[in-house]
């Protein structure tokens, strides 16, 4: 099943699933050579293409062009071999925000043929070490704004034993940048296979010992030439923006991969708040953008004020499912499409989209071309249209966990299991109606949360919220919201009251939240997602 491998370092061959645990792989149409090395096709084939002249990264108060960006990667990549004895098949920590540099690393340890682990900012020591402990890293790059706890883990860790330095700013002036600068700048990247280990992607919602996803070289084509390609139709003239870390493999995907492959650029923001997103756009004229609904939100608020996203041509809603009434009023205001989807790091990107030809409130599309989608029940079997079931996905990627015996739960009879229920139309489309775990069982009725949120979330007086159920003597569970008031607005009994006659009088009256809790913030994920988990802690 597996093609001939460029790694001298076998772990991460070693440490895959046993055959009869992969979900089943819909190859066709996704044909890459048998060596393949993704971050040689990023950029040096880009400059071979004639891309070398046009802009691939915006930041820091400079542009760089393709050829800048595989010179700079072939520099650092010349420094990991010569330097520090990078051998193809290490694994290698990146620790960063989203800036150039950090590009510039990822793309250089890809073409050496280590390992990447891409890691958030906001990580701590103890994080941190399981990390580096589950996928045995012995060498880490890392902003050397952000070494504190990176150093602080190789003091005490059994495989942690060196921990380099670069500079995430525009200075350029750290151990690594300072190694590289008199380095040749070109390399011949190593000759990796197309089914050699490139990424091991660390799942956010994890507790306890962390999963790691295993991700191909080919894989980090395929998002690009699936999604990108058929959802995007990405052009050299497109710029891109968005808030997702690149830590996440849903950002290393929307503001990296997909840029790169087609000629594209991307403006990075270290700090992405709506207020700065809202300023890159206008200074940059970015035509695609990527982040939560509660930043377009706020964004659509700033268009009140004035600000001009003209020149964004489609906005991709990630993190949290997108409500249909932001949907309806970012489409109303601006006249172009904002697509709702749904992906995993298990399967590195989006597999499920709205197009901009065909979107809708309220829904999240049809599987991307090459993927397939089912609404099943407990027993795999599957469930009749209009009736909520938990969707399970085939396609050119699947779940692969590094070592861990969670594979089972995520694959069934070759179907990768997303922990999201949903119900399919008569006519294919799919809706989200919640995680499978967020499915609020009151009084013998299935309530979905997200629709209680979209019902609040039409009301003018709420900014955001999020909705859970609360355990309850006599129902089992009740609906309860959690409410943030819109700007001016303050919380108070008779705002709970018209709320909740509201969402009575907008879907079905059984589903209204019988507690409403007036909030200052949600708590969230870098990402933009909420953390339910943490309103339900007593």
């Known amino acids: 099943m597996l093609g001939p491998t460029g790694h001298l370092d076998t772990f991460t061959r070693d440490n895959l699933p046993p055959f ?19 971050g040689e096709e990023l950029s040096d084939r880009m400059v071979e293409r004639g891309f070398g002249d046009r802009v691939a990264l915006i930041g820091n108060g400079r542009r760089r062009t393709y050829k800048e960006l595989s010179d700079w990667t072939n520099r650092i990549a010349h420094a990991l071999v010569e330097d520090f004895g990078i051998r193809p098949g290490n694994r290698v920590l990146i ?4 800036n150039p540099a950090m590009i510039a690393c990822w793309l250089a340890v890809t073409k050496v043929g280590a390992v990447a682990v891409n890691t958030m900012p906001m990580l701590r020591a103890g994080e941190l070490a399981k990390v580096v402990d589950k996928a045995e890293i012995t060498f880490a790059l890392c902003d ?10 190789a003091k005490e860790s059994r495989f ?22 008199n380095k040749p700048v070109r390399f011949e990247a190593v000759r990796t296979g197309r089914d050699d280990v490139a990424l091991l992607g660390f799942t956010s919602g994890s507790t306890g010992v962390p999963k790691a996803t295993m991700h191909f070289h080919r894989d980090i084509l395929i998002i690009a030439d699936a999604y990108a390609r058929e959802i995007l139709g990405v052009t050299p003239d497109d710029v891109f923006i968005g808030s997702p870390p690149i830590a996440f ?3 290393l995907g929307g503001l990296v991969v997909f840029p790169l492959r087609f000629g594209a650029s991307t403006a990075l923001l270290e700090h992405a708040s709506p207020k700065n997103m ?17 930043a377009y939100r706020a964004m659509l608020a700033a268009m009140e004020e004035g600000a ?9 809603s990630a993190g949290e499912t997108l409500p249909g009434p932001i949907f309806e009023e970012w489409t109303r205001k601006t006249g172009k499409p904002i697509l709702d989807g749904i992906g995993s790091t298990e399967m590195l990107h989006i597999f499920v989209s709205n197009r901009l030809d065909d979107a809708k409130p309220n829904c999240t599309g049809k599987p991307l071309r090459g993927y397939e989608a089912r609404i099943v029940d407990a027993d795999m079997n ?29 694959v069934r009879d070759g179907w990768n299991m997303t922990g999201d229920s949903f119900i399919q139309d008569e006519e294919g489309y799919l809706h989200f109606a919640a995680r499978s775990d967020d499915i609020i069982l009151s009084a013998g009725y299935n309530i979905a949360g997200p629709e209680v949120e979209a019902a609040l979330l039409s009301h003018a007086d709420v900014l955001e919220c999020a909705v859970i159920g609360k355990p309850d003597n006599e129902r089992g569970h009740i609906v309860q919201a959690f409410v943030v008031p819109a700007p001016g607005i303050n919380g108070s009994e008779s705002l709970a009251k018209a709320l909740q006659d509201h969402v009575k009088a907008t879907i079905a009256p059984y589903k209204y939240p019988r507690s409403i809790v007036f909030v200052d913030a949600l708590p969230k994920t870098e990402s933009g997602k909420i953390q339910r988990f943490r309103l339900k802690q007593p």
């Open 278 to 294: 809202v300023q890159i756009i206008q200074d940059y004229k970015a035509t695609i953008s990527f982040t939560a609904p509660t």
């Open 144 to 153: 050397t704004r952000l070494m504190e706890e990176l150093v602080a883990v």
């Open 382 to 410: 599957e469930v009749p249209r209009g009736t909520i079931g938990k969707l399970v996905i085939r396609g050119p990627i699947g779940c692969r966990y590094l070592a861990d015996p969670r594979q089972a739960e995520y």
């Open 20 to 38: 009869d645990e992969w979900p089943e792989l819909l190859l066709d149409g996704f044909e890459y050579p048998e060596w393949l090395n993704a």
């Open 249 to 251: 493999t849903f950002g």
């Open 308 to 316: 001009d996203l003209s020149s964004l041509r489609i906005a991709v």
């Open 160 to 181: 942690l034993k060196q921990v380099v330095g670069f500079d995430g700013t525009a200075n350029h002036d750290a151990e690594l940048d300072r190694i590289a600068l």
């Open 95 to 98: 620790r960063s925000g989203n």
